[in-house]
Nanobody, 114 residues
């Protein structure tokens, strides 16, 4: 299983970015995918998840600002991030849980300037 995260960059506070997580196969249709982030000097934390059936869950810190979605035909999960804040600065990672195994993509850096 290979995951490729992309879409990070530098944005001003209040701006938007869309992250993408592309999989090497049709694995998102039946498995839960998550976006996590790790800010400078912080532990990795959950941002959002989406199940195979499309149910979503968000960290309180991003509710109302971030939206996780997926396109099963494109084997891609997205994280739309709006109203970005400097505290959203982090390396963002996607993962997928298949059975008892968890697979991670490489991170993509999001930097929000004030």
């Amino acid at each position: 299983v290979q995951l490729q995260a992309s879409g990070g960059g530098l944005v001003q506070a209040g701006g938007s970015l869309r992250l993408s997580c592309a999989a090497s196969g049709s694995i998102f249709r039946f498995n839960t995918v998550g976006w996590y982030r790790q800010g400078p000097g912080k532990q990795r934390e959950l941002v959002a998840t989406i199940t195979g059936g499309g149910e979503t869950n968000y960290a309180n810190s991003v509710k109302g600002r971030f939206t996780i979605s997926k396109d099963n035909a494109k084997n891609t999960v997205y994280l739309q991030m709006n109203s970005l804040k400097p505290e959203d600065t982090a390396v963002y990672y996607c993962n997928v849980r298949i059975g008892v195994s968890v697979y991670w993509g490489q991170g993509t850096l999001v930097t929000v300037s004030s």
